[in-house]
């Protein structure tokens, strides 16, 4: 079955650092693939998509690569600021019905 | 302006009770979502509705029936309240079906408590 693993494992990282936060996935090849952010109370607030032909996409600070042979997109925030502190979620859709899988998150803390 | 509400925002409730969660979008799209988030944080699809037409329905127990009178409103009316259905409910909608990777915009989320 399809599977979608980031990084359970809080990311801490000091204020002005580049995170670089890992979306590995398994047993299918999606045709995009987006990252969303989610903030304690919140719902998650959608960051950016990649197609499976783009290697890369920039946001601002933001960079996502997707890697269909490695089967992974990494996400990186460049010049990290508190502020970026969240949870960030990937998200695939389902090879069957379109509906997307998140993955469960990897929680962010930038330290001033 | 509230792209997508829900109310409540907190519900705790006995045991055994039937509960109602209600969501609105004024974003003029034309799918729905419910979405459940347990205490591990998996967000994981529960019924999407597409212009009023249940589209996907995941292995939920029938004690949960979404019901869309109209495609800016998508309730979830939950009987027999189950400790296991504490979590919080997150309504998102799209402006079609995500398969074309149309992004979601979800709401606040409702935080259920079953005591």
């Known amino acids: 079955s399809q599977k979608i693993e980031q990084n359970s494992e809080a990311l801490n990282i000091q204020e002005g650092k580049t995170a670089t936060l890992t979306c590995n996935y398994t047993n299918y090849s999606p045709a995009y693939l987006q990252w969303y952010r989610q903030d304690p109370g919140r719902g998650p607030v959608f960051l950016l998509l990649?197609?499976?032909?783009?290697k890369e996409k920039r946001k601002e600070r933001l960079k996502v690569t997707f890697d269909t042979t490695l089967k992974q997109s990494l996400f990186h925030i460049t010049a990290s600021q508190p502020a970026d502190s969240a949870t960030y979620l990937c998200a695939l859709p389902s090879s069957n019905t379109g509906k997307l899988i998140f993955g469960q998150g990897t929680t962010l803390q930038v330290k001033p | 302006d509230t792209a997508v509400s829900q109310t409540p925002k907190y519900l705790v409730t006995q045991m055994g009770n039937d509960k109602s969660i209600k969501c609105e979008q004024n974003l003029g799209h034309d799918t729905m979502y419910w979405y459940k988030q347990d205490s591990k944080k998996f967000l994981k699809i529960m019924f999407s509705y597409n212009n009023k037409e249940l589209i996907i329905n995941e292995t939920v127990p029938n004690r949960f029936s979404p019901k869309s009178p109209d495609k800016a409103h998508l309730n979830l009316h939950i009987n027999s309240l189950e400790l296991g259905d504490s979590a919080v409910y997150f309504c998102?909608?799209?402006?079609?079906?995500?398969?074309?990777?149309?992004?979601?915009?979800f709401g606040p989320g409702t935080r259920l408590t079953v005591l």
């Open positions: 990649i197609r499976e032909n783009e």
């Open positions: 998102a909608s799209s402006q079609r079906v995500s398969g074309g990777g149309d992004t979601q915009y």
